[in-house]
């Protein structure tokens, strides 16, 4: 349950995964220090872009490089040949007329209207994306929300918010703010939870990993440490497990918790 137990990368390939023209390219993600790799094939060079704009509204990333990603350009088809009518051919022949001049059955027929082109999808969804970043930009520059680990997604016109605030009114505000934003047509605070403390329960991270770290304290246990973050008492199970805790009825004061993600 985001914002423990599910770290930057795999939040970033959440969101990659949510945009129809990424989520079947099977691209990958690594991520250091809120510095973000996306590596793979992708159609074309713009695609390079739309994958920065979604990765920058996730929160904690703070740069995204696309230099691994590989584009090849969909290879043009060479024109027919012209091999005369054939059994298929929406063409006849009118009789004996002069010269032989074949009138095809269509003359006079609107051509049909040319589908857009992949690239003016992309350039649209590229755009679209950007309500999102600036959506993230608005939370994060907010002097109560900006330490409120929030996600910020795309989909469509738009927003959805995703993550943990202190109370209700940091819910509302969060919304109000996405709202306020230029573009916006909707926003969607669905997966956008309250749980009090979530400022102070996800303030010491470890740069590195990006896992909060906690310290066990006199009458802590592993179960009451997975209750606090997860919810869930029986989530003890998965600290034991990340933190090679071989019994999890043992734990000191002092010890150093990892909470993944």
Known sequence: MWPFGKNTADRVKEALNGQ?????????????GGNVTVTGMVPNDRYGNLVK??????????????????AQEAPQQAAPQDAGPSASDNSFTSGPVSGGTEIPASAGARPAPAAPSIEAEVKEMEERSKIAKAVHKAIRNNGELKDDPIDVLQSGNSVILR???DNDHEQRLAEKLA???????????????VATGAKELSKEKDTQTGDTVYTVK??????????KYYGDVTEYKKLAHYNNISNPDLIKVGQQIRIPG
């Open 163 to 165: 993550g943990v605030v």
């Open 20 to 32: 129809p023209r990424l989520k079947d390219l099977g691209l990958q993600v690594q991520e250091k």
């Open 218 to 227: 006199a009458g802590d246990t592993l179960g009451a440490i997975a209750q």
């Open 179 to 193: 709202r306020e934003v230029e573009g916006v047509s909707g926003v969607d605070i669905s997966g956008l939870r």
């Open 53 to 70: 704009v979604v990765a920058e509204g996730i929160n904690g990333v703070k740069s995204v490089d696309t230099s691994g990603l590989i």
